[in-house]
């Protein structure tokens, strides 16, 4: 199987565990990982959406990181639903990558946890689970590679 064949395969497995994660089933990524924390650096909402901007320096030679999110929700309550966001980073030789975000998120309380699969410009793919902390203004992630 070839190289790209097998990593989007490896992407439609993880989406599939995603979305039976819930329907109440458990599941826990393992491996190989990486944190990934940031600092909030901006928030606007609308009656139908919310943006967060964020900020923060990730080794795995990504270096300094700045994230954009929009979240919709898909609940009369409003307190989950889907987001796409992007992603640019540049390390100290100055390679810069960019990434598309994309996944669901759930509210409990002031924290949002969020699942997430992003792809990057250089290749790269990217199983992460975040939380946001509304009143502190970070967020931490546990990054997966793809390989």
Known sequence: MGKIMSKALTALVATCFMFVTLQGH?????????PANFQMTSWTSTTISSSLTAEGVVGEGYGKVYLSYDFMSNSADRNKGNFTGNLRSINQDGDMVAATLQGIWKREGKLVKMYTLDGFSNGDMIYAEGLIDLIAGTLSFTAFPIE
Request: proline share 0%; charged share 20%; hydrophobic share 35%.
């Open 26 to 34: 458990t599941f826990e990524a393992t491996g190989d990982s990486f």
